[in-house]
């Protein structure tokens, strides 16, 4: 398979039905650290594929009879999962019964090779298994464990499911999302989950920095429903000083204007925002009301977003008169911020995703080149590579556990025990 880094890549290179994954590339800043993600869907897994992005050995473990169902979530190409050739890149795909004796030996077998391990089941689940921290750090007392559950490891709610559409309501984020007359809007994507997952990969290398230090692994516990209530900004501090609760404003803020988009001549849509004041002032001079600066209220953002009215009917109503090409060279031109608002046809052909790298070609063994994100950043002297994309059920079983010194006699045990 081709390895794509970061920055624009055609993939080309015919690969084999569950041809062996591309090792980590050496240099690669992550690439002498293992991790075993036995998490399933989008937030711990998310975390992972970060990970497995910069050069992490990541291990996907699953059930032999019951896959993750990111598998299967979403849309598929010729009954193929599309989501998980994203979710499922760059990991070994191993299976495993960690509920069965001999599962969790095997597991604990692992557990010595690693440096972390990624879980998100239910409080209680492992140390039921005989997994829990306590019996993971006996094997390996550098072991970093990295719970993330909808609502963490204690409280009354803690063993209850739960899945980042609980997250975005419980937080205050659909609350305050949407229009003023409108329902709280739910996100029409896994918002809350890959939040949670960035933060749960940022965790990670942070608990690794310490043992670095200290020679001593940690559990980390994360909770779906806090990152997300981090990204609300001042919502919880303004409540607690002032008494006040943020409110549906759809497209607008209440800390600047303008800020929405607006209809173009031909019928496209664009965004702007302002949130600097000069910025603010050269969007009004460009749109033909400079006696909007000279207002009192103009010079303090926070005024400006009570005057939304005034300020969305000026810029509207110049921009609704112009076609698109000539809105955005005058936004740009007044050094303005301002972006066409794209569908997702246009994001895959947008000129500055493709300078910097945003979008790979990478291939795939069941469904030929795809595109995909890249990885999240560039880093100048090792670089994140995407040398493959999700494997298939169980595709480096034998190949991980041979590693482990699991020879075909006690495989073939296995194998008739359903273990793997």
């Not at 990991?91 to 690693?114: C, I, N, W, Y």
């Not at 008169?321 to 052909?349: G, K, M």
Request: hydrophobic share 40%; charged share 20%; proline share 6%.
């Amino acid at each position: 398979m081709s390895t794509t880094t970061g920055t624009p890549a055609e993939a080309t290179a015919d690969a084999a039905p569950d041809a062996a994954p591309e090792p980590s590339v050496k240099g690669a800043a992550l690439d002498d650290i293992r991790v075993l993600d036995i998490a399933t869907l989008f937030a711990g897994p998310s975390a992972a594929t970060v990970l497995a992005d910069f050069g992490a050995d990541v291990i996907k473990v699953e059930h032999p009879r019951k896959p993750d169902p990111a598998r299967t979530h979403g849309q598929s190409k010729n009954g193929v999962g599309l989501w998980w050739k994203i979710l499922g890149r760059n990991k070994k795909a191993v299976t495993l019964d960690l509920s069965h004796p001999e599962g969790q030996q095997v597991f604990l077998e692992l557990v010595r090779t690693a440096d972390v391990v990624i879980e998100n089941f239910r409080p209680g689940t492992l140390e039921r298994w005989g997994l829990g921290y306590d019996r993971l750090c006996s094997v390996n007392p550098r072991i970093i464990l990295t719970r993330v559950t909808g609502f963490g490891q204690t409280g009354p709610r803690a063993t209850e499911p739960a899945f980042g559409t609980i997250a975005e309501a419980m937080s205050g984020f659909a609350h305050s999302t949407g229009q003023p007359d409108g329902p709280p809007t739910l996100p029409p994507l896994a918002l809350a989950d890959n939040i949670s997952g960035l933060a749960a990969a940022v965790a990670t290398l942070t608990a690794l920095h310490r043992r670095e230090r200290t020679g001593e692994g940690q559990v980390i516990d994360l909770a779906i429903i806090e990152p997300i209530l981090a990204m609300l900004g001042a919502q919880v501090t303004v409540y607690d000083q002032l008494g006040i609760v943020t409110q549906r404003r759809g497209n607008r803020s209440e800390n600047n204007a303008p800020r929405n988009t607006y209809r173009t001549a031909d019928g496209d849509w664009v965004a702007i925002s302002t949130s600097a004041h000069s910025i603010a002032e050269r969007v009004m001079v460009l749109v033909g009301r400079p006696d909007l600066v000279r207002e009192p209220w103009f010079h303090d953002g926070f005024q400006r977003a009570q005057h939304a009215d005034v300020l969305d009917e000026a810029v509207g109503s110049w921009i609704a008169q112009r076609p698109t090409c000539e809105v955005v060279a005058e936004f740009a031109r007044a050094e303005a911020a301002l972006a066409v608002v794209n569908d997702v046809s246009q994001v895959v052909t947008d000129e500055q995703y493709a300078a910097i790298g945003a979008i790979a070609t990478v291939q795939d063994q069941d469904l030929g080149p795809v595109r995909m994100p890249n990885v999240l950043f560039r880093m100048s002297e090792s670089p994140g590579t995407i040398r493959h994309t999700g494997r298939s059920h169980g595709a480096d079983t034998e190949r991980v556990l041979a590693e482990l010194g699991v020879d075909d006699e006690r495989l073939t045990q296995l194998r008739r025990a359903g273990v793997v």
